[in-house]
């Protein structure tokens, strides 16, 4: 199992509508969550953590389900420019003690049409 | 969040040599990465860059093919050692503080090995 699934898409998805993407994750120690928006030929950029409660950022939100190990992101009013690739991504405990790096997902990508 | 600078950009270099990328944070942080993105890929962690001694390495990646140096704590070095066309990729450097996990990227350096 891969640690961190995510479904590839594409979603194409009308302006103003809403749009939700799922992730699951295999290691059950993690403890910090997060989505990353990458644009094309571009780093990827922090878009929001994600809380055992669920947040909310304007039209972004979040949510963890620790049990089922499942994270998901909702964009409300979707926007030309949220067209972008959703990394879905997890912190990775070192065996060797090491400092935690990030395990990220493939990637979600998203096409929003005028 | 810091802000993360990588030298070279970009650079296209023969099989058999060896590249050194830089990467400068404007702040000083605890904790610094390499990743790699391959074409179509998602990131993969190389290593953490542990400032004055050696960098702790993944599963998959030596330190002979990838030395990593950290003199202090805003600056950091990635050489791809003996390069082969398989090592064409993005190599990114990120970091973060102590009390988060979240990471920021730098925007990455893009090689080709011909």
């Known amino acids: 199992r891969k640690e961190v699934e995510q479904d590839p898409g594409p979603f194409n998805v009308p302006e103003g509508a809403t749009v939700a993407f799922n992730c699951t994750y295999s290691n059950s120690a993690s403890q910090s969550f997060f989505w990353y928006r990458q644009d094309c030929r571009k780093e990827p950029k922090l878009l929001m953590s994600v809380y055992s409660s669920g947040n909310e950022d304007g039209r972004f939100t979040a949510q963890l389900n620790r049990a089922s190990q499942y994270i998901s992101l909702l964009i409300r009013d979707s926007k030309l420019s949220d067209s972008a690739t959703y990394l879905c991504v997890v912190n990775r405990r070192h065996s060797g003690g090491g400092a935690d790096g990030l395990t990220f997902g493939k990637g979600t990508h998203l096409i929003i049409q005028p | ?114």
């Open chain 2, 1 to 114: 969040s810091a802000v993360i600078s990588q030298k070279p950009s970009r650079d296209i270099c023969q099989r058999g040599t060896s590249l050194t990328i830089q990467c400068q944070v404007d702040s000083q942080v605890t904790m610094m990465f390499w990743y790699r993105q391959q074409p179509g890929q998602s990131l993969t962690l190389i290593a953490t860059a542990n400032q004055g001694s050696e960098a702790t390495y993944e599963s998959g990646f030596v330190i002979d093919k990838f030395p990593i140096s950290r003199p202090n704590l805003t600056f950091s070095t990635l050489t791809v050692s003996n390069m082969s066309p398989e090592d064409s990729s993005i190599y990114l450097c990120s970091s973060r503080d102590v009390n988060s996990y979240e990471q920021y990227f730098g925007p990455g350096t893009r090689l080709t090995v011909t």
